[in-house]
């Protein structure tokens, strides 16, 4: 299961109390997808995002734990970021901030944010620029707003969000989890944040988010305010919430998956007319692929329904450019590898 992640919040965020049943789709369209037979250029591959134009895999290949693949040599891969506690090098890395050529990285280990630039990748001058260290926070999945960043998370407070200035200071906690008041009341912060953790995308050219949750079918859609620091909810879907299980753990209480866990969203990626989020819905047992997915919800930024997309395989982690969406395989006879869909028809 893939590393969690802790933010916090250091402006006033404002949640409406928005609540959606669950939305037909308009149409479903069924995908055929082009394999590109590089599985044994990926090692084990995590998630999958777009930089500019080329992939950016986090994944453990031999020593390093990130991958860049030119979009159009897809048998040249770059293999970059060494494990361990150097200067130059990662300990735990997880959320990532996507910008023109380069990403930004949250490194749990270090509890610092890191810049790496695919050009001198490619000219394997990889030493990658340290922007700041935080506070210790979990920090599941993150953007960037200019001045600020945004992330979801788990915090003492039981907010939802976290927000940093661009020195990476806290600036606010904020946003509720979409619970009764009783939930909030009877559930440990820490089993609550893990319960909702989420992945979060951003409108390209815009200051509207959504935000995925991995153990509930629930979708969000905000709108950041810069000028009064507030994110607004416009938006929610509800498919099934999570379901709490938990356990102690050297005395501490622990959201602990049970054969009723179901899985939600597991990837949400985003262009400035679509959301495109990454479904399961299955049930987490040993016979079910239940972390990889082949049904793609697609919203429009009002949180609209606008289509569903059947693809013909499992996937784990999805991406955008232009009419082409990208995912990742994770199949126990295939492993790994990236396919591609044309969604010029959409």
């Known amino acids: 299961m893939k590393e969690l992640f802790y933010l916090l919040l250091s402006m006033t965020i404002s949640s409406c109390n928005i609540s959606s049943k669950k939305e037909d789709f308009?149409?479903?369209?069924?995908?055929?997808?082009?394999?590109w037979f590089i599985g044994d250029s990926l090692g084990k591959a995590f998630s999958i995002e777009m930089v500019g134009d080329k992939l950016l895999l986090h994944d453990e290949h031999t020593k390093t734990l990130f991958t860049a693949i030119d979009l159009k040599k897809p048998y040249q891969a770059y293999h970059f970021g060494t494990r361990g506690g150097g200067p130059d090098e990662l300990m735990n890395p997880g959320a990532v901030i996507v910008e023109q050529n380069a990403f930004k990285v949250f490194d749990f280990g270090k509890m610092s944010f890191l810049k790496y630039d695919l050009d001198s990748v490619v000219a394997k001058k990889t030493n990658p620029k340290k922007l700041f260290q935080i506070e210790e926070s979990y920090i599941l999945s993150v953007i960037e707003i200019p001045p600020y960043y945004i992330a979801s998370g788990f915090f003492p407070d039981k907010k939802r969000l976290l927000v940093l200035d661009a020195q990476g200071e806290n600036v606010v906690t904020t946003g509720n989890y979409p619970v009764n008041k009783e939930t909030y009341t009877n559930t440990p912060f820490q089993v609550l944040g893990l319960a909702y953790q989420s992945q979060i995308c951003k409108e390209p050219n815009g200051n509207r988010f959504a935000l995925a949750t991995r153990y509930g079918g629930i979708i969000q859609f905000f709108e950041w305010n810069a000028a009064q620091k507030q994110a607004e909810e416009i938006h929610r879907i509800e498919y099934f919430s999570p379901e709490f299980a938990t356990e102690n753990i050297g005395g501490t209480p622990n959201f602990l998956p049970t054969k009723k866990t179901r899985w939600g969203y597991l990837s949400v990626t985003a262009t400035d007319k679509y959301v495109f989020a990454l479904y399961s819905g299955k049930i987490q047992s040993p016979e079910n692929a239940f972390?990889?997915?082949?049904?793609?919800?697609?919203?429009?930024?009002?949180?609209?329904?606008?289509?569903?997309?059947?693809?013909?395989?499992?996937?784990?982690?999805?991406?955008?450019?232009?009419?082409?969406?990208?995912?990742?395989?994770?199949?126990?006879?295939?492993?790994?590898?990236?396919?591609?869909?044309?969604?010029?028809?959409?």
Do not use: C, F
Request: net charge negative; hydrophobic share 35%; charged share 25%.
């Open 26 to 35: 308009p149409k479903t369209l069924t995908l055929t997808g082009e394999r």
């Open 291 to 346: 972390y990889a997915g082949n049904i793609v919800h697609i919203y429009d930024w009002e949180g609209k329904p606008i289509s569903m997309l059947q693809l013909d395989y499992n996937v784990t982690s999805i991406t955008i450019k232009e009419n082409t969406l990208y995912a990742l395989i994770d199949d126990k006879k295939i492993g790994n590898d990236v396919v591609m869909y044309n969604l010029r028809d959409l």
